[in-house]
């Protein structure tokens, strides 16, 4: 059973970075493209950032292109999401998704696999 767990979220103040980490278990992370979605209070959970299972491709929402890089460590079977530049309006549950495929994709209901998500609050 793959598993996902996140980390690395906390309280920032506006300006500051954070880098979120998620490690995939109980699979061969090679085989998944990974992605990092957010949900706000009271508002939908939305794509930030994927990347394929070799780091050749990556996509970003227009609302974090520029501050935040998406990366993966294979030998480590960890996706990273480095945030910088953070907003008040990047406040949100951070969860990382695995999803069976040698693509990156942006909708929700394509993914496989979910993480419990890491809480981000930026204040300003």
């Known amino acids: 059973q793959v598993q996902l767990v996140e980390s690395g979220g906390g309280p920032v103040q506006a300006g500051d970075s954070l880098r979120l980490s998620c490690v995939l278990s109980?699979?061969?992370?090679?085989?998944?493209?990974m992605a990092w979605f957010r949900q706000a209070p009271d508002e939908e959970r939305e794509f930030v950032s994927g990347?394929?299972?070799?780091?050749?491709?990556?996509l970003y929402s227009d609302s974090v292109k520029g501050r935040f890089t998406i990366s993966r460590d294979n030998s480590k079977n960890t996706v990273y999401l480095q945030m910088n530049n953070l907003e008040p309006v990047d406040t949100a549950t951070y969860s990382c998704?695995?999803?069976?495929?040698?693509?990156?994709?942006?909708?929700?209901?394509?993914?496989?696999?979910w993480g419990q998500g890491t809480k981000v609050t930026v204040s300003s």
């Open positions: 998704a695995a999803l069976y495929s040698i693509v990156v994709v942006t909708a929700i209901e394509d993914y496989d696999y």
């Open positions: 109980g699979g061969t992370f090679v085989s998944y493209s």
């Open positions: 990347i394929t299972w070799n780091g050749d491709r990556t």
